[in-house]
């Protein structure tokens, strides 16, 4: 056990919850490997000078992180400088043009490196129920052609969450 645990803080976007959902899984494990972990949504982080790592996670819609994870990252560029950041998005890739491909996901993180250094990625299949879904979005979802389907491996998310917290305790 170390003296003094490296301090996490995992944030994260989410419109329905999933992304939520992988974060507090995440956050769990992280703290599960003896890790001081926060868990705290993009929109409510303060500041940040205490941690040592960032996990940062937003689902993907029409290709894109969530607009206010983006943000965070803009925003928080000069603070985030120095420290140890991991990002995740979940998606289902409902874009035809787009086919379901991870090389999608990893490139809408690589959109973030403008401003954060990204050291480690992490792509998890996300959910999508059409019931749930806002006006606005029920219609773009229909305009992608997209299917509903629960593609979450929480399984996949922990053995994510494993490799990393190994990392970030021998920071
Ligand atoms: C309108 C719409 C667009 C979406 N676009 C994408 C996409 O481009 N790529 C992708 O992988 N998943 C896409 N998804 C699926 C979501 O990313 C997935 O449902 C995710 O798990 C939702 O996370 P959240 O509940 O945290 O918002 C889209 C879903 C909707 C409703």
Same mark, same amino acid.
């Given at each position: 056990?170390?003296?003094?645990?490296?301090?996490?803080?995992?944030?994260?976007?989410?419109?329905?919850?999933?992304?939520?959902?992988?974060?507090?899984?995440?956050?769990?494990?992280?703290?599960?490997?003896?890790?001081?972990?926060?868990?705290?949504?993009? %929109?409510?982080?303060?500041?940040?000078?205490?941690?040592?790592?960032?996990?940062?996670?937003?689902?993907?819609?029409?290709? +894109?992180?969530?607009?206010?994870?983006?943000?965070?990252?803009?925003?928080?560029?000069?603070?985030?400088?120095?420290?140890?950041?991991?990002?995740?998005?979940?998606?289902?890739?409902?874009? +035809?043009?787009?086919?379901?491909?991870?090389?999608? %996901?990893?490139?809408?993180?690589?959109?973030?490196?403008?401003?954060?250094?990204?050291?480690?990625?992490?792509?998890?299949?996300?959910?999508?129920?059409?019931?749930?879904?806002?006006?606005?979005?029920?219609?773009?979802?229909?305009?992608?052609?997209?299917?509903?389907?629960?593609?979450?491996?929480?399984?996949?998310?922990?053995?994510?969450?494993?490799?990393?917290?190994?990392?970030?305790?021998?920071?």
């Amino acid at each position: 056990m170390h003296m003094c645990a490296r301090k996490v803080l995992v944030t994260y976007a989410t419109k329905y919850g999933t992304t939520r959902e992988i974060a507090e899984e995440i956050a769990a494990a992280l703290t599960g490997a003896g890790l001081d972990t926060d868990i705290i949504p993009v %929109m409510e982080v303060g500041i940040i000078d205490a941690y040592d790592a960032v996990v940062i996670g937003s689902p993907l819609y029409m290709g +894109k992180i969530l607009v206010e994870a983006r943000e965070f990252c803009e925003q928080y560029k000069p603070y985030l400088e120095g420290k140890w950041i991991a990002f995740f998005v979940s998606g289902i890739a409902v874009c +035809k043009e787009e086919n379901n491909n991870n090389e999608t %996901m990893l490139a809408a993180i690589d959109a973030m490196s403008e401003y954060v250094k990204i050291e480690e990625k992490g792509t998890f299949g996300g959910r999508l129920s059409l019931d749930r879904l806002s006006e606005s979005d029920m219609q773009l979802a229909s305009i992608a052609g997209a299917s509903e389907g629960d593609f979450l491996d929480m399984e996949d998310v922990r053995a994510w969450a494993k490799e990393i917290g190994r990392k970030i305790a021998d920071l």
